[in-house]
C-alpha cells in the first residue's frame, strides 16, 4: 500500500513540475510589465521639457574654458590638454552637436581646475607629429 502511495505521490510531483513554468508565465508577464513602466529615479520630469543646448551657449563654455586655460604658463601640460579639449568643442560644434561640445568644454574647464597633468621641473611634454 505504501508503494501506490509514493508512487502516486512521485507521479502528482511529476507533473507539477512540468506545470510549474506555465503556471508561472502570467505572473512573469506581469511582472514584465510592470518594470517596463518603472523610470529611474534620476530621470527628467515628464512634463518639464529639457532645453536642447545651442551654438551660443556652447561658444560662451569654450570661451569660458579658454580664459582659464590661457591663464597657464605656456608650457603647462594640463594647459595643452584643455586646449586640446577645447579643438574638440569647436569641431563638435562645427557638426551641430552641441551637447558634445559642452561636454568637451566642461572636460577643459575640469582639466585646468584641477591641474591634473603636471611636469617635474625640467621635464617637457613631448607633442609628436601627425606623421611620426
Wanted: net charge negative; glycine share 6%.
Amino acid at each position: 500500500m505504501a508503494h501506490l502511495y509514493l508512487h502516486h505521490r512521485l507521479d502528482s510531483f511529476k507533473r507539477c513540475t512540468t506545470l510549474r513554468p506555465t503556471r508561472l508565465f502570467p505572473a512573469y508577464l506581469a511582472l514584465g510589465g510592470l518594470l517596463s513602466s518603472v523610470t529611474p529615479c534620476n530621470a527628467a520630469d515628464v512634463g518639464s521639457p529639457q532645453a536642447e543646448p545651442t551654438k551660443e551657449a556652447c561658444l560662451a563654455a569654450v570661451g569660458e574654458a579658454r580664459t582659464l586655460a590661457v591663464a597657464l604658463p605656456e608650457g603647462d601640460a594640463s594647459r595643452y590638454f584643455a586646449e586640446r579639449d577645447l579643438e574638440q568643442a569647436l569641431t563638435e560644434a562645427g557638426n551641430g552637436e552641441f551637447d558634445d561640445c559642452l561636454e568637451w568644454a566642461e572636460r577643459a574647464t575640469v582639466e585646468v581646475r584641477e591641474h591634473r597633468h603636471t611636469l617635474q621641473p625640467g621635464e617637457k611634454l613631448k607633442v609628436r607629429e601627425a606623421n611620426e
